[in-house]
């Protein structure tokens, strides 16, 4: 079955403009996570998503947004991007929903630059 | 505060040597550890994991020990080859209402043949 669909795998920005990633996850996962990897920091939890509902949101700035479709898609938007913000973006799906057990099942991530 | 730790951000192994992978913890109440690898410009993939009723899980040439009363666990390949020159992280489920994975800063393992 497919995997973990990420668009775009890689953008360019500049300081002050707005992003939205894209994410489809694995047929009939229904909650989908995101992480931001930047060097040296390994993965930094932003959100979580389950049945259109955030669960959890890491310590990021509200300028870190999301939203997930009746359909387990989900998009992040970044605002008024910052230099700090060029990271990898990855958005992960789980089968279960219940239980806080199971692997993740990661897509090839969003490579955001910003200049 | 970093409540899982992997404090070797690299390592270099010859081909058919072992490599081993260590993180920490600090939260006792974690119970439930995984390990990903990670090639460039790809997503994390899933290795291997171990529930806190083992001391130890393998799988193939990856076995995952956990000991709980010094909160470490560690990964060793043997033997390592080539093609597992990644980057490895542990990672751990937030079970406490929350529903997050908790990731080590990474391991990169280079092996040499």
């Known amino acids: 079955k497919a995997g973990v669909t990420q668009t775009p795998r890689y953008l360019i920005k500049t300081r002050g403009q707005q992003v939205t990633l894209s994410c489809s996850p694995i047929?009939?996962?229904?909650?989908v996570s995101w992480y931001q990897q930047t060097p040296g920091q390994g993965l930094q939890f932003l959100f979580e998503y389950f049945s259109e509902t955030q669960r959890n949101k890491g310590n990021f700035p509200g300028r870190f947004s999301g939203r997930q479709f009746s359909n387990s898609r989900s998009e992040m938007n970044v605002s008024t991007l910052e230099l700090g913000d060029s990271a990898l973006y990855l958005c992960?799906?789980?089968?279960?929903?219940?239980?806080?057990?199971?692997?993740?099942?990661f897509g090839e991530g969003s490579r955001l630059t910003v200049l | 505060d970093q409540q899982v730790k992997q404090n070797s951000p690299s390592l270099s192994v010859q081909e058919g040597r072992i490599s081993i992978l260590n993180c920490d913890y600090t939260?006792?109440?974690?119970?439930?550890f995984l390990w990903y690898k990670k090639y460039p410009a790809e997503g994390p993939t899933f290795l291997i994991s171990?529930?806190?009723?083992?001391d130890k899980n393998e799988d193939g040439r990856f076995t995952v020990f956990l000991n709980k009363s010094a909160k470490h666990l560690s990964l060793h390949i043997v033997p390592s080859q080539p093609g597992d020159s990644a980057v490895y992280f542990c990672a751990v489920p937030f079970t406490s209402g929350t529903y997050k994975y908790i990731f080590g800063t990474g391991t990169r393992l280079k092996v040499l043949a």
């Open positions: 939260n006792s109440m974690f119970d439930y």
């Open positions: 171990i529930s806190s009723i083992k």
């Open positions: 992960a799906s789980r089968l279960a929903a219940i239980t806080n057990t199971g692997e993740l099942f």
């Open positions: 047929s009939g996962h229904r909650s």
